[in-house]
């Protein structure tokens, strides 16, 4: 059985080769997001974590506990799931 592959082009766009179950997409999605967020978006209040940890945590069927660590200016350097 193929393994869909996501490919990303010069632009920045995706694209999938093979069959790609719902559940593929929303787990690739939500690490491509999270991949974004990482270093780039400050967390500066109660609402901005919420989110990132939405997107973060989208994809786990189970209760987890998490490590997010930031630098001196509230960007994420890393989200560790532990």
């Known amino acids: 059985m193929d393994i869909p592959t996501f490919v ?13 179950k719902p559940e593929e997409i ?5 690490t491509i997001l999270l991949d974004e967020l990482t270093g780039r978006e400050a967390l500066t209040t109660p609402t ?11 994809q786990k069927k189970n209760e987890v506990f998490a490590a997010i660590f930031l630098n001196n200016k509230h960007k994420v350097l890393s989200f560790e799931p532990l």
């Open 8 to 20: 990303k082009n010069e632009q920045g766009l995706y694209h999938v080769q093979g069959c790609v």
């Open 48 to 58: 901005d974590v919420a989110q990132f940890l939405q997107m973060a945590l989208a």
């Open 26 to 30: 929303v787990s690739t999605a939500a």
